[in-house]
């Protein structure tokens, strides 16, 4: 068992002893043995560098050579540890280190620091990866102007990119090989360094910004995929338009560089001026991709290319502060896609994801504020709290400000900080400055872990024509945080009437209302509202106006009213879910104790009348028809959870709703053609959505006319949404039949790796005793590949996330899977490893059984001897 290293804390920040004005890179590049001289420009910052003691930090670094100010350095003035640079007399004066490191690429499994990649050489340096190819100030306070010079074969690699602008280029006299210059004029924290270099293809094309410059955009990928990149060039286009007509922001290169790899831990990388990418978020066709992988191409280039301002020009003092830039760019990577598509029906997505992913996180044991006061290893805190709740709290600045006063505020803090290394405190002075608001009790959102519970108890008192709305909030316990304060949440609301409008109110007391933004600040307030015309049905948290629970007294009959009239269709669709969660957890005790589930009239007449309403839109309609997943009914129930009950109850409620429902499923389904050529837009999505969510419902018969009508979806569809769709509906049936067609998919896409994922997914997610068993058969088919994070998070990741039942086999062979799993995995990649191990992180709401089982194998990987950082600090956290 290993013990942790002491951990970081916020509070213990200090400004860097030297700075570094500017750096050289000299990449001379061999696959097994690349030489690095890094010319570093250093500087006394502080009092502290006048004691003459620098430090630099490395990560398995080889040193080769130093030399301070052009002169090779005696070894009595420094120590070199693979992890540290010590000088122990550095000048008081500004001077330069001249530092040549040995990399091995090839090796390096980590995909950290400089990597190789179907023969080509890559780079990924956030947060720690710059200290695997030289020693440096690795900290994203240090901002310097790079030069990079790159030296390669020419067959190796004719393709030389770093950032910024290209410079100088050519061949390397007497020798096959060549080398190019790149000059990044902006300075940057080393995070955002990148190179590349191999035989790639590209596609080109330019952009011409607002004030008149001509920008270079290209996108590059393995040779024979450059037209499946025309999608990802077409959003970054609107993205680039989007930021300048939205936030007014413009590119500042002469050119912007997308490079597709397939090796890659995380989604995709800002680094300046040289973006790189998974290639899952770049490549799209027809043929390959889904509906959902063209609008994840989409979301993912705006958001690194937002991070263009809002974490290259204005960047993180430190790692606390990552939501500055993460939380700020999925907000506005979310605002993008919402005016590229439905706003209504992008909210809900983006709510499912939130409740789905951060909800668990804020309610177990790796909870943590958005901006974490201490950590032991970064890597592990690039999650869902800090990107997707970070990007909420930016929304719910947006809301009480206003558009208007938000944009101010945006403007204002691009203007104090374009250069900066900045704080959080930063960011809210911005918009305090420029509207006035005082922003103090809203800063609770920053440091208060747990996810709000609102109570909210309504009276009307017709005699009075007053209505009485009563809102309690409390936020629960999370590790180290036992007290806490209320916070200041905006509420949107409406007051729907007995005609289905919204009604009018004469004044309000009680609390500050603006429009229709209630600002919650007290732990408990009662806002009175008179001259209410009739007995109002409250639609609260309007688009999810906060990212809280809210918990209300309404009957079915209100919800069932509220699915029909709510002017916010988000509250329409919640209104569908809250009466579907109602009767999936009703049915979860009913299956408990032996009895069938049965569907609630209320809810087979809100699902009806959505699926026969055609004013509204089909991806709305198809998100009203889809019930929550088996994994939110768990964290409904919060304890002692059994999911093959939860299974069970949900599979039966599927049933009683396809046949309360009866034949207007088919109706539905056969108005909506399979026919048409592909078209990735948003409406046509929208019908192709609705289509196959009706499909899946169909299928929920299992009767021999739904399964040949699954079969004839798969065998006619002419776009990878449809024929996934119905492979998709097969295999989640766990019918017989899907072996067939899992297999004949597997044989029309056995070279196509990205496809290849969706089947291995598949295959993981069959929720049938013999899955775990096929999971560990195909980690030696030919078509697993066990360095690549994609086919790893693909099939194992999937099977632990994804499949509830089989995952949480109540004999524990889930989790010794995926504990073998992982304590085998961690010696080659301990990012991915430490990513799927967040799969136990609900282990304690499990019923006793599973718990003791899940513990049991989570205690086993604690106790392993050699584990990664990453992976010992995820265990460690999980089971604190
Ligand atoms: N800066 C991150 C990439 C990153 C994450 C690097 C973690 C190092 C560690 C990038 O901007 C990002 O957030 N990527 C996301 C996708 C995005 C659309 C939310 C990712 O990689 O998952
Ligand atoms: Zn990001």
């Not at 290293?5 to 002893?17: S, V």
């Amino acid at each position: 068992m290993k013990t942790e290293a002491a951990p970081f804390r916020l509070e213990d920040y200090r400004a860097p002893a030297f700075t570094i004005d500017t750096v050289g890179l000299d990449f001379q590049l061999a696959p097994s043995a690349t030489r690095v001289v890094a010319t570093i420009a250093l500087r006394p910052n502080t009092d502290e560098a006048r004691n003459g003691r620098l430090e630099l930090v490395g990560d398995e670094i080889v040193l080769k050579g130093l030399k301070l100010d052009g002169a090779t350095l005696p070894e009595s003035r420094y120590t070199a540890t693979p992890t540290l640079l010590t000088l122990h007399d550095a000048p008081n004066r500004p001077f330069t280190l001249e530092i040549e490191t040995l990399v091995d690429p090839a090796a390096n499994t980590k995909l950290m620091g400089l990597y190789r990649t179907s023969g080509t050489y890559c780079t990924q340096c956030e947060a720690e990866g710059f200290r695997r190819i030289t020693y440096f100030l690795d900290r994203p306070d240090v901002l310097a102007v790079y030069t990079t010079r790159i030296e390669a074969e020419k067959s190796d690699a004719p393709i030389l990119l770093a950032n910024g602008n290209p410079v100088e280029s050519g061949d390397v006299p007497g020798t096959d090989r060549h080398f190019a210059v790149w000059h990044d004029p902006f300075p940057k924290p080393s995070y955002l360094f990148a190179m590349v270099a191999g035989d790639l293809g590209v596609i080109t094309d330019s952009f011409t910004t607002s004030s008149g410059r001509e920008v270079e955009l290209r996108i590059y990928c393995e040779h024979g995929k450059e037209a499946r990149c025309t999608y990802a060039m077409d959003a970054l286009k609107r993205s680039m338009k989007w930021d300048e007509d939205v936030f007014g922001l413009e590119y500042d290169l002469d050119i912007f560089i997308i490079v597709a790899v397939s090796d890659f831990n995380m989604g995709a990388m800002e680094n300046k001026g040289l973006n790189v990418f998974n290639d899952k978020y770049v490549l799209a066709d027809p043929d390959t991709a889904t509906d959902a992988d063209y609008a994840n191409v989409e979301g993912v280039i705006a958001h690194e290319y937002f991070h263009n301002w809002t974490g290259n020009r204005i960047t993180c003092r430190d790692w606390f502060q990552l939501c500055l830039k993460e939380g700020l760019t999925v907000f506005r990577d979310q605002e993008f896609s919402s005016d590229m598509r439905s706003r209504a029906v992008k909210r809900i997505a983006d709510v499912r994801t939130l409740q789905a992913r951060q909800f668990p996180e804020d309610g177990g044991p790796l909870a943590h504020p958005v901006r974490p006061e201490i950590y032991h290893e970064i890597s592990n805190f690039y999650t869902p709290t800090v990107y997707e709740k970070g990007a909420e709290v930016v929304r719910m600045l947006k809301s009480i400000l206003g558009p208007d006063d938000f944009r101010n505020g945006m403007d204002l803090y691009v203007e104090r900080h374009d250069g900066d290394a900045a704080t959080i405190e930063d960011f809210l002075a911005s918009f305090a400055d420029a509207t006035g608001a005082d922003l103090t009790q809203f800063k609770l959102w920053y440091s208060q872990a747990g996810t709000p519970q609102i109570i909210a108890r309504g009276a009307y008192d017709e005699a009075d024509r007053t209505y009485r709305l009563t809102l309690s909030q409390s936020i629960p316990a999370t590790p180290g945080q036992s007290d806490k304060q209320p916070m200041h949440m905006p509420i949107r609301f409406g007051l729907i009437g007995p005609n289905g409008e919204d009604m009018e109110f004469a004044s309000v007391s009680g609390g500050r209302v603006e429009g229709d933004i209630i600002h919650l600040t007290e732990a408990s307030q009662t806002l009175v509202f008179e001259g209410v015309g009739g007995r109002p049905v409250p639609s609260l948290l309007r688009g999810f106006s906060a990212p809280v629970r809210l918990a209300i007294d309404i009957s079915a009959a209100d919800l069932l009213f509220q699915v029909r009239t709510d002017a916010d269709p988000f509250n329409r669709w919640q209104a569908a879910q809250t009466l579907a969660m109602r009767n999936l957890v009703a049915s979860t005790t009913e299956q408990i104790a032996g009895r069938p589930a049965k569907a609630e009239p209320a809810l087979i007449d809100a699902l009806g009348s959505v699926l026969d309403d055609e004013t509204l839109e089909p991806a709305f309609r198809a998100q009203v028809l889809q019930l929550p997943s088996e994994a939110d009914i768990a964290r409904e129930l919060g304890q002692n959870v059994d999911p093959d009950a939860i299974a069970a109850a949900r599979r039966e409620l599927r049933l009683a709703i396809s046949t309360g429902l009866g034949n207007r499923i088919e109706r539905h389904y056969g108005s909506l053609s399979g026919a048409e050529s592909f078209r990735p837009d948003a409406a046509s999505a929208g019908k192709r959505a609705l289509r196959n969510t009706l499909l899946d419902l169909l299928l929920a018969r299992r009767s021999p006319e739904a399964i040949a009508a699954a079969l004839a979806h798969f065998e006619t569809a002419n776009n990878m949404t449809d024929r996934l769709a119905a492979l998709s509906a097969i295999t989640q049936a766990a019918l017989p039949e899907r072996r067939a067609v899992l297999d004949a998919f597997h044989k029309r896409y056995q070279d196509d790796a990205l496809v290849l994922d969706k089947w291995l997914t598949l295959e993981a997610t069959v929720p049938a005793s013999d899955t775990l068993d096929r999971v560990k058969a195909l980690l030696k088919h030919p078509s697993y590949s066990p360095n690549n994070p994609n086919r790893v998070r693909a099939l194992v990741g999937s099977f632990a996330s994804a499949n509830q039942t089989q995952f949480n086999r109540v004999d524990g062979a889930g989790y010794d899977f995926l504990a073998d799993f992982a304590l085998e995995l961690d010696k080659r990649n301990p990012q991915t490893t430490a990513r799927l191990l967040v799969s136990f992180r609900s282990w304690r709401a499990l019923e006793p059984v599973r718990r003791a089982r899940a513990e049991a194998a989570l205690r086993r990987i604690a106790a392993a001897p050699d584990l990664s950082p990453d992976t010992l600090d995820i265990v460690t956290r999980t089971l604190a």
